[in-house]
Every structure is written in C-alpha cells, then in structure tokens.
C-alpha cells in the first residue's frame, strides 16, 4: 500500500539533510545568528565601552598555569602601553597584575533580545582590568564585542532586506505574469528601468538621498529600504516568466472552474511553483545584501560610528599600518566572508535538493 | 420541468495571427432541471469549448462572435467578473478530463477540496475538515480520511477522478458539466464512475452537461443529445429516440464505435 504522502518539500529536505557540508554550514551560521541575538550577553563590552590606553591592544593572552606553576581559573595580565622611537604602540604584559576572568560578571547595561534590561555578560575581567581577546581597535574599544554587536546589523539587514525584496518580487513578478498584456508590459518596462542602472551607483545615489540627520536606526530602515527597492526587479522577472508558463497548466483552469479568485489563484497555485527556485534564490541572495551593506558602511556611507556594523569595523582596516601592525582588525573581513561561503554553499545544496534538473555537474 | 440553462446561437472563433476560423456556429442547446444532456462530437470539433464558454473561461484566442449563455434565466454574457467568480463552482462546476492535471500537485487532496469550501460556503475550519470527508465518502471513497491526506500523484486514476468528482460537487452546484470525464479511465472503473454519477444526481439533485465523444456513456446517462459536428448541432432529441432512430450518417458512424 502506498505510505502517507511525503510533501516534496519533505522528501527535499531529505535529500539536503545528506550533504554534510551544507548541514555544517547551517551549524556555522546557527551560531553565527545565535552569537548576534545574544550578542548583549556574550560581548564582555558595550559596543561603545572604549579606553584610549588599549589603543589598538594585540589579543590578549589567556593564562591558566599562575606564576607558582599552578593551574588557576583563567586569568589575562595587565597590558602596559609604551612607544619604540618611531612612535609604534608596544604593548607589554605586566605578570604581577593578573585579572581573573569571570563568568555571569556585571558589567556594561544591555536588553536581553532588545526587551530586558540586564548588566549580567557571560564572561569578563574586574575594573580597573581590561579583557581584549581578539584585540582592540583604534580607540580602544573590544573587537569581540563590537564583532557581536555589530553582527547584529550585518547578519539582519541581509535576511530582512531579502524578505522584503522577494514578498515584492513574487507578488509583483506574479501579477505580471498572470495578468498579461498591459500590467505585464508596465510592470516589466520598470523593473528595467531598476535593473538598467549599474546597482553600486544606484545604491550610493539613494542613500545620498536619505537625510542626514537620520538616527543609525532610520539609516538601518533606510538601507534596507533601498537594497529592497533594488532588489525586487531581477526575481520578478524570472517570476513573471514562471507565471506565464504556469498559468497554462490545466489545475490553474480548474481552479478558475471552481471560481477561485485571481490573487488567490496566483498566490496559492502559481507562486509555490515557483518556490523551489525561489527558495534557492533567496540562499544566493543573501550574500549580495550583507556585501551591499559592508559596502556602504566601509565607504562611511553605511551604519556610522559608535554602532558597529562589520562593514564599519572594516572600514578601520583601510591602512597598509593598520594591517601590517595590527592584523586583528581584518577579523570583520573573515567573518563576512564565512557567512557569504556559508549561504552560497547551502544555496547549492537546496538547489541540488529541490531541484534535481538544475544538479551542477560533478556532484554526486 | 423549468429550463436552467439556454444556449443561443453560440458562434465562437479562434483568432490566429491573420486569419479567423470559426469553430462553433450557431449552436443551440438547452437542459432542463434535473436532466442529464450529452454533447457528443469528434475530438477538436470544439465541445470542450462549449463547456468553457458556459463559465467564461475561453482562452484568450478564442473569441465568441455571437450569442447568448442564460443560466437560470441570468444572462451569463452580461455578468460582471465578479459575478462569475460567485457563479462559478457555486451554480456550475465542472470535472475535467484528466484529474492528474487538473489538481495541483503540490496541495494534498484534502485542501485542494477544502479551498472550494473555504470559497464558497461560510463554514468554519472544523465544518470544512468534515465535509470534505463527508464529500469523499458520498464519492465512494473507500478511507476518506487517508485519501485527504494524499498528494494527487499518489492515487490511481479512479480515486482521482471521485476526488474530482468530490471536489467539482463540493459547494451544491446546480449544473455540473463533465467534460469527458471517462475517457482516462478503464472499462471496469468508467462502469463504476458512471455508476457514481448516476447517484450523485440523484441525490443532490443536480443537472449535467456530459461533454463526450462515446455513445456508450450517453446511453447509460443522458436524457437529451446533442450531437454536434463540424461546429452544428446535426441532430438532439431524447436519448432513446437517437439510439433507435439515428438520422445523420455521422450519428450512425458514431453508434458503429460503441
């Protein structure tokens, strides 16, 4: 007898469930996403918690053998800045003044998930002690922290901008395609005009058109407003496409026969068809918009100082100085660069999943 | 008996690049309260079409050039868009051919009925889930509750054409027009599907517009035929007038097929 009916999202996800590459890429990103909601908690600093005296500080040591050769809990030594004659930071680790680090510390005053008030971090050094473990910036401030924080922003515009883009994408491309004739020709001739213009320019040219005295809220809204506004043409199109050829399918009459609705129609039987690709799409996408926002913000265009974004914190590494003496600030650079691998490789897999026509050659 | 539905002079075209080839002229046809009318043809002789001018879904390249469509003395020419969408599977439904096609293969059996439902009637999300057991067990579905939970891809031909059935009977229309809706299936089960029909008429008293092109359905369903060729109604009458005393060479040419 026949088994009860597997959906073929079900059975596509079996077959995704298989690559391990990709499910380990959804493990990375995961943590990467968990890291930034509870960005608050696991950052021993508020994003703007700077000192001055740790300009720059290198990563710090973590020790758990003390001077007596004992193992203690771990502790990191006091950081003492001095300057060789060509003026360069040099920074040395003073072994009487240790700082053990501890854990569920009070600290900088955060929300919980943006709602609850709460001082608690997960870990963190006593004052006057300072805990730099992937180093600090140019004005002192943690990068860890600041890498969190800044997740935040990074990691968010690209799923909201993408949920945007494709609600608008789907329904317009959708429209177009089921309708016809003029709706179709007007819809299609804009979605030309978006995509005629080169996207970078497009995109600086917007945001120029954003107020400045917006708060780095607004500017966050703003920015995803415009990759939203550049980004729903190219779906619709291939959407429209999709439409066109599904209207003709006989379910879409018969669904018609049953005196469905236009818009129910298009959204209950001509866009699920089209989910497979979409669905794809959306993974390939994602990339585009955290690069767009890393983008702007490294232009100084983008999220402004003190909130961080990781194309902000980028934007410190512009130095040939910088880099070579201080090579830690490239870190936002290695975490953009995880999360875009990771999308693009589960990507390919869904595609390979839901998709079995479209399997890229090689792959088994 | 009272008329539900008048077909007038119904002339219709297929519109081609340049040229214009008419494929109904003139056709006439009329069924009754509680009657099951055939109309039966070749195949690309335009019945189907017939079936699709009565609910205004003609593809675009087909034009009707004249006539008029009253469904229970409404002119259905004159009907608003929106109108046609309350008419539709709500006074008239159809069953089409070929079930595999005809529902959406990504929606289990059940929503696909419950979306008629949903549409047309003001039950809740409980009363619908029932119904559409309900509506599958008066098709003579042997585990309805199983079948509701079934892609269409995974029924035999059968289930899906007593799930169409089903589906197409869903909202109480008055006129159910079947557009061949046997021709898929073999001998044992057409016997039985036709079967079906003949008491789902009955018991909801329903009238149909059987679309075929074997003589050996119409005899066991239809009151009245219609037999149409090259775009005319050649010959109507009472089934059993046909049957014994066919004029037309093609209605004989059809009879010798059965």
Redesign the interface.
Same mark, same amino acid.
């Given at each position: 007898m026949i088994k009860k009916g597997l959906s073929p999202f079900q059975m596509a996800m079996a077959t995704f469930r298989k690559n391990r590459l990709a499910i380990a890429c959804v493990g990375i990103l995961a943590v990467l996403y968990g890291s930034a909601i509870f960005a608050g908690f696991l950052s021993p600093y508020s994003y703007d918690n700077e000192n001055r005296e740790f300009s720059y500080c290198p990563p710090m040591k973590v020790h758990v053998i003390d001077s007596d050769r004992k193992l203690t809990r771990p502790y990191v030594n006091q950081m003492n800045l001095s300057f060789d004659k060509f003026h360069k930071r040099i920074y040395t680790e003073d072994k009487t003044k240790s700082f053990p680090i501890h854990f569920f510390i009070k600290g900088d005053s955060y929300k919980v998930i943006g709602l609850v008030p709460s001082t608690r971090h997960f870990f963190g050094v006593k004052v006057p002690g300072r805990l730099h473990l992937w180093g600090a910036d140019s004005r002192g401030r943690d990068l860890l922290s600041r890498l969190l924080w800044g997740a935040r922003i990074s990691l968010s515009i690209g799923l909201i901008g993408v949920s945007i883009s494709f609600f608008f994408g789907l329904l317009i491309g959708g429209i177009s395609g089921y309708y016809g004739g003029k709706i179709d020709n007007l819809i299609m001739r804009m979605c030309e005009m978006i995509m005629m213009i080169p996207g970078f320019y497009l995109m600086l040219a917007l945001r120029a058109a954003v107020p400045t005295e917006f708060n780095s809220l607004q500017v966050y809204i703003a920015i995803i407003v415009i990759f939203s506004f550049i980004g729903w043409a190219s779906l619709a199109r291939v959407i429209r496409g999709m439409a066109i050829s599904l209207k003709q399918r006989e379910y879409v009459l018969a669904a018609k026969a049953l005196g469905v609705s236009d818009i129910k129609i298009i959204t209950t039987h001509i866009l699920p068809h089209t989910i497979s690709y979409s669905i794809v799409a959306v993974m390939l996408s994602i990339p585009g918009y955290i690069m767009g926002e890393s983008a702007l913000s490294f232009l100084g265009l983008g999220i402004q100082d003190p909130y961080a974004s990781w194309g902000n914190l980028l934007s410190e590494a512009m130095g040939i100085i910088q880099i070579k003496f201080s090579p830690w600030i490239l870190l936002p650079g290695f975490f953009i660069f995880l999360t875009i691998i990771c999308f693009n490789i589960i990507g390919d897999a869904l595609r390979d999943a839901l998709d079995p026509t479209l399997k890229s050659e090689g792959q088994s | 008996m009272s008329e539900l539905l008048r077909i007038e002079n119904l002339s219709i075209d297929i519109q081609g690049a340049d040229s214009r080839k008419s494929l109904i002229k003139g056709l006439n046809l009329s069924v009754d309260d509680l009657q099951t009318v055939a109309l039966v043809g070749g195949s690309g002789g335009g019945k189907t079409t017939v079936g699709?001018a009565i609910?205004q879904?003609l593809a675009p390249a087909m034009k009707i050039s004249e006539g008029n469509i009253f469904f229970s003395g409404k002119n259905l020419f004159e009907c608003s868009q929106k109108q046609m969408?309350?008419? $539709?599977?709500?006074d008239i439904?159809?069953v089409?051919q070929?079930p595999l096609?005809?529902?959406?293969?990504?929606?289990?059996i059940g929503s696909q009925i419950a979306?008629?439902l949903q549409?047309?009637t003001d039950l809740n999300r409980k009363q619908i889930k029932n119904r559409v057991l309900e509506l599958l067990d008066l098709s003579e579905v042997s585990d309805p509750k $199983?079948v509701a939970?079934?892609?269409p891809h995974?029924l035999s031909g059968g289930l899906r054409q007593r799930a169409m059935i089903a589906?197409?009977i869903a909202?109480n229309p008055k006129l159910v027009i079947a557009d061949e809706p046997t021709s898929n299936l073999d001998v044992t089960i057409q016997a039985r599907i036709l079967a079906l029909f003949k008491k789902i008429r009955k018991e909801l008293n329903i009238s149909m517009l059987l679309i075929t092109h074997d003589l050996g359905v119409v005899k066991f369903l239809a009151d009245r035929v219609f037999i149409l060729n090259e775009g005319r109604v050649i010959e109507s009458g009472a089934t059993n007038t046909i049957f014994e005393n066919p004029k037309e060479s093609f209605t004989k040419k059809l009879m010798e097929l059965i």
């Open positions: - | 699709l609910l879904l969408q309350e008419i $539709r599977g709500n439904s159809m089409f070929e096609s005809a529902f959406n293969p990504v929606f289990r979306e008629v549409i047309h $199983r939970s079934y892609y995974q589906q197409a909202a």
